[in-house]
Structures are given as C-alpha cells and as structure tokens.
C-alpha cells in the first residue's frame, strides 16, 4: 500500500526575516493604501504556483522602519530602511538597495524608474512608534537623534496617474523583512507606462516560475511574479499579468484584461536570498524532534548577523563570539510555522554542533567541536564542576545542555586530549547518562572503564558515557585499529547499549563500514563489519520496531553484500546504501545499493512502521524512483534525495516514494527525524536561488542556506485535493468546467490556489490566464473553476495547457494528480491571419505537407509526452520557437523559403524508406558528377596568352 505523501517545505536562509511574502498584486475600490496593504498582507502567504506544497502560516511580524533622512544618509534619498542584510534608500528616480555580506562583501543595485519626471510628491505614511538615533562619528555635531520613522512611503504620480507605495512586511526595523513596493495604476492610466531598469545586478533573468532573478555576487534577489487585482462589489478579481524583460534588459508588466474604471495596484516582492540570516558561511549538520513534533537544528555559522530570537525573553547568546564560526541552534514550531528560539553558542574561536539529543525534561543536549578556549563550562550541580573546564589542545569535543525555551546554559563541559579531537553523535537515556563517540588523534583522550585504553594508530574512533550533570566519565574507550576510523553516527539499541557506525579501515580491503555495539559499563559487546572491495562508509543509524539495526552509508563496491534489494547494482561511481541488522550484529536482513547513474553518498536513515527511509546525496539525473511521481526530479547538480523503502513483505520489498529536493545549484542531506505518526522532518543546505519552497517563511535560499521539509505519511482527517481527472479537453471558443475533487475527509474548511500555465498552448492567443481559490465547506467533497478558450484557431490536433493546484489550507493536502493538461482539440485554421503553436504548424498550413504533420504529432504524443524528460522538450520547443512562428504568420516569404527547408524533414518522417532511397540517389549522383570533373584533361599545345586581373575593392 502506497500511503499518503503530502510535502511541505519550508525555506531556506532559516531565521532570516527576509521572507518571501508572495506577490499578490492588489487593487481597492478607491486609492486607499491602508485597504492595499492589507490585502497585499493576507495575500502574500501564498506559496509558489506549481510547487506541489501546502500552506505553512506565515511568522507574525512587525513592518519595517522608513527613516526620513535627516542627514544620515547621501543627499539623494528621502528615506532610507535598513534590515539585517540590506539597506536601500528612495528617491522620486527609483530606489537603491545594497546588499551586506557574502562572497564579494557588498552590491549596490539601484531599480530606476525609467522616464519619470524626477519630481514625483512623497509622503510618508503611518508612523511607528519611536525614533531612530544616529550617533555616529566621534563628534555629538555628526550626530541625528529622534529620527522619526514610517510604516510606508508613498510617491505620487511618478508616472502620470500612478503612484509608487513602499511599505515592508516582516522582520523589525533592524532585523530584516521582506520589502515590497506596489504600482497604483489610477483609473484612466495606462500601466504599460511602467518602465524599469535595474543596474548593478551581474545578471537579469526570467525564471520559469515567471519570478524575476537579479543575480549579485551577495546573494541572489527575487521579485517574484506579480499577481494584480481589483476589488469590486462582490468581492476581489483576479488580473493576469506577467513581468516582461526586453533583450536590452529593460523591465516592464504585461496587464492582462481588467476594469480600467478601478484603480490597479501591481505588487511586486523584493526578496532576499541570504544564507541563515547573514553573508557568511552557515551550514546545518543536525535535527532533532520532540514529543510536540517541535523541530530543532543546529550546526555552525561565520555570519554575525545571523539574527537571534525572541527579543524577550533573549536567547543564551544573542550575539556573536567571535572566531571563525559560532555554533547555531534554532528551534521550529511543529506546524513550520514560528521560529521559537535561535540562538548562538560558543567562544572565541570556531565552534559548531555536530549533534542534537533531547533529555527527559526537554532541555537541548549538544555535542560538537571547538577549538574556543573560553566556551562557557558549567555544572547543573552548583556544588559540582563540569568533567573539563579546559581546552586540552588543538580541537576538542564539546557537550553542553540548553534549556527547553533556549534561554539558559544549564551545563557543558570540554572532552578531548591535547591534540585533534570531535564528537559527531550524542544521545541519552532514561536516567540523563548522555552517550557520544566521535573521534581523535590525541594520546591523552581522558578514558574510563576502557575496552582499548590507547589508540591503536592514526585516528581512532572513541565512544564515551557522562554523567547527567557532565561532572564525571562513566566509561570512554578508544575503539581502532592501526590505520584510520572513524565514527560517524550513534544511537541507543534496545537493550539501551551505544550503536556505533562508520568504517575501519584495511591495508588489503580499504574503508569497511562497521558497527560496534557496546555496554552501559563500556564493554564491547559485539562488532560486524561488512562490505565488499572497494571503500564502505557507514554514516547514520536508527532503530526499527523489531529492534534492528539499520545503517546508511556510501559505497564504491560493486560486490556489497546484498540481501533482497530493492536497487541491485552500483549504478555510478558511489551509490548509498540500506542496511539492517538484527540486534546482535549476527545476521544480515536487509541490504540494499540506493542509486542512479551518478554520484549518491547516504546522509541519514529513519524507520518507521514498515517503511525505511534514506537521505542521501545524489548527482544522478537518471534514477529509479518507483511507480509514484516524485515531488521533484533533480533540477541540476547535486540534490537531496529521499527514498522510502516499503518492507511490509519482507521477502519483496519495494520503493514506496522517492523524491529529489534541490534547485539548479549544489543542495545537500543532512539530517532526517520521524515522528510517532510517521511524518518525516529533514534538513540540509542549499545554493540554490530557485530551491522549491512553500509560504517562504524564512526568505529564499541562496549561497550556503539552510532548507527544511516535512513529509505527511499517515492519511488526513481534512482529505486529499485533487484533479478529478488528469486530462480534459475541449474544442476552442468555448468556457471549459474543472472539478477538483476533496478526497478521504472532509472535516472542516478547506481551500486550494490554481492557475494556468503554457505548455503548447500561449495565454492570451488559446486560452484566457485564469488565476483563482476554490473553498470547499464543511462535508463539501466537489468544487469547480472555468477556464475560458479564446476564439483563436490553430492547425494543430492539439494544443495544451496545464492546470495546476497549489497552496492547500484548512489541514487539507494536495495529493496527485496535483497537475492536469487541458487541451484544445480539433482547432481548424483560419483563413488568413493565422495563430499557430510552432513554426511547422505555420509553414505546413494549407499545403500538401498538412498531412505529414500527423505522424510528428503521433511521435510528440506517443514517445515524448508520456516522458518528464519529453515533456520538457516539447515545451522548450514551443516556448522557445514562439518568436519564429510570430515572424513566419506576419512574412509569407519567410514561409514559402521554411517549407521548403521543412519538407526533407516532414516527408522523411511519412515515407522513411523512399527518403532513404531519394537520399542514396542524390548522393550517388552528386558524387558521380563530381567524380567526372575530377578526370584528367590531356594538354594541348596552346600559344602564349595575357592574362588580365581585374581588382575591386570591397569594403569590409
């Protein structure tokens, strides 16, 4: 049984306030702001269009500050704001916003309004409560106090008729936010007056989301699609409208149909994509869950602007240590919702948390490495002093517990040797004894209790006990051999005994993945290594029902041993691999590859009822992912991949769901956690500007960002949201009925965002863009929207559309088919002034090539739209060849010259034998005509001649 797999991702750049607030543009019945910016505020918790997702309610926040300038900033602006990674300042010319760290330290990049009159009105609008001072500069004359600060600002007419509003979103007025701008379009006003220009950006694109990219060596800047509006009587309509991007780089927003005796407002995003809340460097290594479903996270970060909550009361440490990076630990509520804490953790030199485990009470147990000399040590005993008050030398681990609520340090202490030391996993048990391994190069590793008291040689792997108040070892033993180990995960067994993974290494045999089991006393109790000749990793372990071990790891063998798998073959370079254990090491129950054609490294395993899980790392854009569609197929590069393994019969195990998570850059695994119901929570890192995401929570990824999922695995109360039927179609000039179907639950409300999309078929020529939220009541399992046909007419069999649903709320899931084609069938041609979906269309109109266009549309139909790889085809083609086919409806000659160039192809599909034979001839007698000018020509006795040369000077 398949089961119900529901996706909801939440952002990238975790606990920056730059959140992507959607785009909904918005029109009020009259002029009035406060009704605009509302509504541009409800409007903007919608995820994405396209993303197969649900709503995650969006962080309450405070809008930003707008500073009038009183001197604190260049002459040219009239008011400035400033969050945690930009600041920008307006001017009746346009705005200037500069970016705050990454890799290229600052950018500049200044949106102009392009022939404005330069003399625009403004006026701020709602004032904030407060005053902004600035005092800098060693002199009280250099200094501004009591600057009043804005809600909005708004500048009348910077075109005749339209007024420019800024206004902010999210974040405080030091912290961040998202920053949007709306264009009110006066009745009587032409929009196309609109015209933009963005300098500084190294690079302008339209994404196919329709979302605009200004690419900076910063981070990234993504406005998204605006969506325009007109509120009238009966509620709130829906405009088309797209951005446009000329080939000069010049910007404008192409309106679609609307009221022009009503006001238009067009509500673009500016969002920024930063990495965890600052420009530098923040990566996330580990995840952990609590009994409320509350998501925690934590790893390092060089950002000292990574941003810290709540204000009160404040976090641990609130702000940066100093060093290279700063350990981070963020806290997630269960619904993706809220942020409760983040906080930073460490001393002055790098520090970084590896793992996570919660204690009875719900305080954080951290392990990690560090080589700061002055992290904070503490006992929860006031009488007592933590194990190790000390940096031994070079790096040591770490563990330290933090309060519940991230408030308070309730103990930590160092554990290490004098020379290179780390902790990679941690747990604890019933009674607080906190466990860890990790491992060492120094020869003075504090043991206790030791199975091996001395390291064997090169790195060793060392596994550790403490007691619940960190005062004292419990055991901690060395565990290597002469060459490399190396630890990497950990888990308490179900006799409550320390599960260790990772690999030993062999002269003869290379890495071995491995796992030792040892006593609550710090015996070894049992150890398997398995493998095959090349190198074996073991990088994550968890528990099943029945107590088994299950490992996931790396390997390069083409010999690993196997035990009915589900993936029977390394299929690249290194796959990842799925490996369960009984309790005692001793027999082999479950071993499987988990791979492509590329690259995959395991980074993390759950189980959970009868499926197991794997997070891995994978390159590979060809790869088994089983009967059901995936969320995502890999966009580029390195993606996260998930896979879920259904072990119900455990003699054919079979792929229950697999997906890639990623954009078009380089994403990765790090973690994964399961709950009690199933739902699986996992995080990673991502470069990806375009990173799929929901509600935009934290802001869109970009350079060295953090993502986090959930996946619903178990059926829900408020049902399914689907297509009824994955294909419609209907003939042109028609009003075509959708029905989206509420599946198994109807428990309470309910609602669901759709919208069109061109696949073959062109909005605005084909089809009418429809944008729209269906509600479905109280036990309401039906609901319908109109899609309207233009009139336009095609030679084309079929041109398609496709429908998509997003954005489920009220508890409902979106579930397949998410996504359905629409298409316009047995559209004749018109006579003259023909619309027509592809340059063979148009060159094949009306003439004796007509018929041949059926066997390239049998080849489209039948061999590349069944296909994600064919599908992505047709539709480049289409979108990318619509300016030839424009070019061929308004020039006939260029027609007449195309069909003759077409014709070879168009037949040599209908008749492929007698094109091969028409082929051969040619060849055959183009080579015998020039193998008779080739002959030799006998010399004749010729009298001598002038020859004269004639030279024509050509200019170049």
Same mark, same amino acid.
């Given at each position: 049984m398949t089961p119900l797999f529901a996706?909801?991702?939440?952002?990238?750049?975790?606990?920056? @306030?730059? !959140?992507?607030?959607?785009?909904?543009? $918005?029109? +009020?019945?009259?002029? =009035?702001?406060?009704? #605009?910016?509302?509504?541009?505020?409800?409007?903007?918790?919608?995820?994405?269009?396209?993303?197969?997702?649900?709503?995650?309610?969006?962080?309450?926040?405070?809008?930003?500050?707008?500073?009038?300038?009183?001197?604190?900033?260049?002459? @040219?602006? !009239?008011?400035?704001?400033?969050?945690? $990674?930009? +600041?920008?300042?307006? =001017?009746?010319?346009? #705005?200037?916003?500069?970016?705050?760290?990454?890799?290229?330290?600052?950018?500049?990049?200044?949106?102009?309004?392009?022939?404005?009159?330069?003399?625009?009105?403004?006026?701020?609008?709602?004032?904030?409560?407060?005053?902004?001072?600035?005092?800098?500069?060693?002199?009280?004359?250099?200094?501004?106090?009591?600057?009043?600060?804005?809600?909005?600002?708004?500048?009348?007419?910077?075109?005749?008729?339209?007024?420019?509003?800024?206004?902010g979103v999210g974040g405080t007025g030091n912290t961040g936010g998202a920053l949007e701008y709306d264009f009110i379009v006066g009745v009587g006003s032409d929009p196309t007056a609109i015209q933009l220009a963005f300098e500084g950006a190294d690079n302008i694109s339209l994404a196919h989301t329709g979302d605009l990219v200004l690419e900076t060596g910063t981070g990234n800047i993504i406005q998204h699609a605006p969506v325009m509006y007109q509120e009238t009587n009966t509620g709130t309509t829906s405009v088309p409208g797209a951005w446009k991007l000329d080939e000069g780089g010049a910007l404008s927003f192409a309106v679609g149909p609307y009221d022009t005796t009503r006001p238009l407002i067009i509500d673009p995003v500016i969002a920024y994509t930063w990495s965890l809340g600052g420009g530098g460097l923040d990566q996330v290594h580990t995840a952990a869950l609590d009994a409320s479903g509350n998501l925690y996270f934590a790893g390092e970060t060089s950002s000292a602007d990574f941003p810290t909550r709540p204000i009160l009361p404040p976090p641990y440490q609130d702000s940066f240590s100093g060093g290279s990076t700063d350990a981070f630990l963020c806290k997630l509520s269960e619904d993706g919702s809220e942020v409760l804490f983040s906080t930073f953790f460490g001393g002055t030199g790098s520090d970084s948390i590896r793992a996570l485990a919660l204690a009875g009470d719900g305080s954080l147990v951290m392990a990690g490495v560090t080589d700061s000399s002055d992290l904070p040590t503490l006992s929860s005993d006031p009488l007592g002093t933590p194990f190790q008050t000390a940096l031994a030398g070079g790096t040591d681990g770490f563990v330290a517990t933090l309060s519940a609520d991230g408030t308070t340090l309730v103990q930590a202490t160092y554990l290490g040797g004098s020379e290179a030391d780390d902790l990679r996993a941690v747990a604890v048990d019933e009674n607080d004894v906190v466990y860890v391994t990790g491992n060492t190069v120094s020869d003075d590793f504090p043991t206790q209790a030791a199975s091996q008291a001395t390291r064997a040689g090169g790195q060793d792997a060392i596994v550790a006990a403490l007691t619940a108040d960190l005062s004292g070892l419990v055991y901690a033993t060395y565990d290597g051999t002469a060459l490399e180990d190396e630890a990497r995960a950990m888990i308490l067994d179900a006799a409550g005994y320390a599960a260790v993974t990772g690999y030993h290494e062999d002269a003869a045999k290379g890495r071995e993945a491995f796992v030792r089991r040892v006593t609550t006393g710090g015996a070894f109790l049992t150890h398997a290594s398995f493998g095959g000749q090349g190198d074996d990793e073991g990088n994550a372990i968890a528990l099943d029902l029945d107590g088994n071990l299950c490992i996931a790891g790396t390997t390069t063998s083409t010999d690993f041993p196997l035990e009915t798998p589900v993936y029977y073959q390394l299929w690249g370079g290194s796959d990842a691999f799925m490996t369960c254990l009984d309790p005692d090491t001793s027999t082999l129950l479950f071993s499987s590859y988990c791979g492509g054609l590329g690259d995959e490294s395991g980074r993390a395993i759950a189980a959970h009822g009868d499926m197991l899980t794997i997070l891995a790392d994978s390159d590979s854009i060809a790869m088994n992912l089983g009967a059901n569609e995936p969320f995502y197929w890999n966009q580029g590069g390195q993606d996260a991949l998930l896979v879920s393994i259904d072990r119900s019969d455990p003699a054919l195990p079979s792929i229950g769901f697999a997906t890639f998570f990623g954009g078009s850059a380089t994403d990765s695994a790090a973690a994964l956690a399961v709950d009690d119901f199933g739902t699986l929570h996992l995080v990673g890192n991502t470069n990806s500007a375009d990173f799929p995401t929901t509600d935009s929570l934290f802001g869109s990824p970009s350079t060295d960002s953090v993502f986090a999922a959930q996946i619903v695995t178990s059926p829900l109360e408020h049902g399914q949201i689907v297509f009824h039927d994955p294909y419609y179609s209907t003939p042109p000039d028609a009003t075509k009925r959708i029905r989206v179907d509420r599946l198994q639950g109807t428990e309470g409300e309910a609602t669901v965002e759709y919208t069109t999309v061109d696949f073959i078929a062109w909005h605005d020529v084909h089809y009418v863009p429809t944008t729209g939220t269906l509600t479905f009541a109280e036990g309401q399992s039906v609901a319908y929207f109109d899609v309207e046909l233009l009139p336009t007419s095609d030679d084309e069999l079929d041109v398609v559309l496709i429908l998509r649903l997003y954005d489920a709320t009220g508890g409902a899931m979106l579930s397949d088919p998410w996504e359905a084609e629409l298409r316009i069938h047995n559209t004749p041609p018109l006579d003259g002034g023909q619309v027509l979906a592809c340059p063979a269309g148009v060159v094949a109109s009306g003439t004796w090539l007509a018929p041949t266009l059926d066997d390239a549309r049998a080849l489209r139909d039948n061999y590349l739209m069944p296909h994600p790889l064919g599908r992505a085809i047709v539709g480049a083609y289409y979108t990318t060849t619509r300016p030839i086919t424009e070019h061929l409806i308004a020039n006939k000659g260029a027609r007449v010259m195309a069909r003759c160039l077409l014709a070879p192809a168009l037949l040599g599909l209908r008749y492929p034998v007698l094109s091969l034979l028409l082929l051969c001839l040619a060849t055959g007698i183009i080579g015998w005509r020039m193998t008779s000018r080739n002959k030799p020509v006998p010399l004749r006795q010729r009298s001598a001649q002038t020859m004269k040369v004639k030279a024509r000077r050509t200019s170049k």
């Open positions: 996706l909801l991702l939440v952002a990238a750049s975790y606990l920056t @306030d730059a !959140d992507l607030l959607g785009t909904r543009a $918005s029109i +009020s019945p009259t002029p =009035s702001v406060a009704a #605009a910016s509302e509504h541009s505020a409800q409007t903007s918790r919608q995820s994405k269009a396209g993303e197969r997702c649900t709503n995650l309610p969006t962080l309450p926040k405070l809008p930003l500050a707008f500073e009038e300038n009183c001197g604190q900033a260049a002459s @040219d602006f !009239d008011y400035i704001v400033r969050g945690g $990674s930009f +600041s920008m300042g307006l =001017s009746p010319l346009g #705005a200037q916003l500069q970016l705050n760290g990454g890799p290229q330290g600052r950018a500049t990049v200044t949106m102009r309004l392009v022939d404005t009159s330069g003399e625009a009105r403004c006026l701020p609008e709602a004032p904030l409560p407060g005053y902004v001072n600035d005092l800098r500069g060693p002199s009280t004359t250099d200094w501004v106090p009591g600057i009043a600060t804005w809600e909005r600002v708004r500048y009348y007419d910077v075109w005749p008729g339209i007024d420019l509003l800024y206004y």
